[in-house]
């Protein structure tokens, strides 16, 4: 197994009055040696597929020799990415690669910092969500990368995960990046509008002489919720953004509803068409006694 090295953050959070979840504070915890099975955590994100689709080997096969290529990866030495073959390749392979070693390493991080452990159903990528999860959870605006999920007896939860990868150098210092901070207020958001989901992020370099990753460990606050009413959002203390999430969940919940109303209604004696759309459905009497 490669060595990687991690280093891992604290993150407090807090409500603000409108009731959005947001950062509050970050802060060093540690940092030290991990060991990683490339080639394991590849093949476990592997799983990460809608229900219906069938996992093929031959597929997975090529997509390890494509990522194997590109990292050294050798027991008990350091991972590393071999810079020059990188650097050398077209722009849509890099994507690849960073993408996918991204991902892996926030498993890798997940199973070693939270004990998760890798099962047929027990790890979900948020662009191709279960249908029994996809219901759960917003399908617009900034979502994490993985759905972690742990059945630890009566004891079962889920974690969100953030990925990204970078093939640059990381950063000296006790300080987080602008770019971190950035994407960690947003995840941290997700969280606040999803009942204070459990979430976390990881950010891995492949730009030094041993792969480097960032975790974030995000605590939940330490206050409850402030009572955000009708009385207050018509007062305008709900912020922008809030009042266009709960729009946007309104409005994808009136074309579900519509959709369902049209498909369960009856087709008309005669066809008819307005502007340009065929109606089903039939007249509704005004009273008991036209029913009738």
């Given amino acids: 197994m490669g060595l990687i090295d991690i280093r891992q953050f604290a993150v407090g959070t807090h409500f603000d009055r409108s009731g959005r979840l947001l950062v509050h504070d970050v802060w060093p915890e540690g940092e030290g040696e991990l060991e990683v099975q ?7 994100n592997a799983l990460a597929v ?6 093929r080997y031959r597929v997975l096969r090529n997509e390890l020799r494509l990522l ?6 050798r027991p008990g030495r350091s991972l590393a990415m071999r810079t ?9 392979v890099k994507r690849f690669i960073t993408e996918s070693f991204g991902m892996g390493m926030l498993t890798a991080a997940v199973q070693s910092h939270y004990g998760w452990e890798p099962g047929k159903r027990s790890l979900a990528n948020f662009d191709v969500l279960p249908t029994a999860l996809a219901e759960l959870y917003p399908s617009s605006g900034v979502r994490p990368d993985l759905l972690f999920d742990f059945n630890e007896g009566e004891d079962q939860w889920r974690l969100a995960g953030e990925a990204r990868g970078r093939s640059a150098r990381r950063h000296q210092g006790s300080k987080i990046s602008a ?6 207020d947003e995840i941290v958001e997700w969280s606040g509008r999803n009942d204070q989901h459990r979430v976390t992020m990881t950010w891995a370099y ?7 990753v960032d975790l974030f460990d995000v605590h939940p606050p330490l206050e409850s919720p ?14 922008d953004e ?16 519509t959709a369902q109303l049209y498909d369960s209604a009856p087709e008309p004696d005669q066809a008819r068409l307005i502007f340009g759309s065929h109606v089903r459905g039939r007249a509704i009497p005004r009273s008991l006694t036209e029913a009738n």
């Fill in 50 to 55: 809608p229900a219906k689709t069938s996992l």
């Fill in 226 to 239: 402030p009572d955000v009413d009708l009385a207050k959002a018509q007062s305008g203390l709900f912020s």
């Fill in 84 to 92: 020059g073959d990188f650097m050398a390749s077209a722009g849509h």
């Fill in 242 to 257: 809030i009042l266009s999430v709960v729009e946007e969940r309104a409005e994808e919940r009136a074309t579900t509803l």
């Fill in 179 to 184: 770019a971190q901070r950035k994407r960690l």
């Fill in 38 to 44: 490339l080639t394991d955590v590849i093949r476990v």
């Fill in 68 to 73: 194997l290529s590109f990292l050294s990866d």
């Fill in 206 to 212: 492949s730009g030094s002489d041993q792969v480097q």
